[in-house]
């Protein structure tokens, strides 16, 4: 029963969290910008190339990755869809800063080990997996879906044009 309600908690608390982000991405709910902001922010900040895409993509992962670990449904695909989000904002945005006061990696740390921690134990007996009868047979699934996690990273880091050295643009300020 404690582990049950543990889990309840767990999943509603990350997947209510991780659902707004996406849904500020996508829709501009909660204070964000939505797709065609985020989108821009993407490509002329991130360099993620076409920048609304990379946006629709992060907006995806979060809410609905959010969504299904929230319900506890088709576990472990939605704690996988937020692990990789998180990977990418920390490669792309955190790194290697650690502190979330400094925009540091801590808070997506703690959202990665609490979603791979729900995807490994499993959803608990008050979930939809556990009401509908669905189990996804593991590890195979956690593996096979980490491992799409690995190359959505992985395209997001190619799909970027190289960035303009430190260098140069130091010595273009200095002329």
Not at 56 to 70: H, P, Q, Y
Not at 114 to 133: E, F, Y
């Amino acid at each position: 029963m404690s582990f049950d309600l543990g889990m309840l908690l767990l999943r509603l608390v990350v997947g209510a969290i991780m659902f707004g982000h996406g849904a500020q991405k996508l829709f501009g709910w909660f204070g964000g910008y939505g797709l065609a902001g985020t989108g821009g922010f993407f490509q002329n900040q991130l360099r993620l190339r076409p920048g609304k895409f990379w946006a629709l993509l992060a907006g995806v992962s979060e809410a609905g990755g959010g969504l299904l670990f929230a319900l506890g449904l088709l576990n472990p695909l939605g704690p996988v869809a937020i692990t990789a989000a998180m990977l990418i904002a920390i490669m792309l945005v955190h790194w290697p800063r650690f502190w979330a006061q400094d925009s540091g990696i801590e808070y997506m740390l703690v959202l990665i080990a609490a979603s791979l921690a729900g995807a490994i134990t499993g959803p608990g007996a008050w979930s939809l997996d556990a009401t509908l009868g669905i189990s996804l047979p593991m590890p195979a699934a956690l593996i096979a879906t980490l491992g799409l996690a690995i190359v959505g990273v992985l395209a997001t880091l190619w799909s970027r044009p190289p960035a303009v050295s430190e260098v140069g643009s130091e010595l273009q300020r200095a002329a």
